[in-house]
């Protein structure tokens, strides 16, 4: 489980930048990086075939109940998310 203060403030988020940490130990949010105004999450997937991103889509999806969507960053690390209105 991530920061409790952390997941409020992506509840109340529309978009959020998000850097991803892949092949971590487990997938949760660790932390905010104030310089890059964004939120560092370990995904225990590789990053490779869209396994990362997948995870992180179900791992925000669990913590917040709202489906995301990748917006930018495909295959990057940062991620610019949106909330899923379809």
């Not at 978009?15 to 092949?23: A, D, L, Q, S």
């Not at 179900?58 to 930018?72: A, C, D, N, P, Y």
């Amino acid at each position: 489980m991530g920061d409790s203060k952390l997941i409020e403030k992506l509840r109340s988020s529309q978009t959020v930048m998000v850097t991803v940490k892949p092949n971590s130990k487990r997938s949760e949010v660790c932390g905010y990086d104030e310089r890059k105004k964004a939120y560092i999450v370990a995904i225990a997937a590789e990053a490779e075939k869209d396994k990362a991103n997948k995870e992180l889509l179900r791992l925000l999806k669990k913590e917040t109940g709202k489906i995301f969507r990748i917006k930018s960053g495909l295959r990057s690390r940062n991620k610019l998310l949106a909330v899923d209105r379809s």
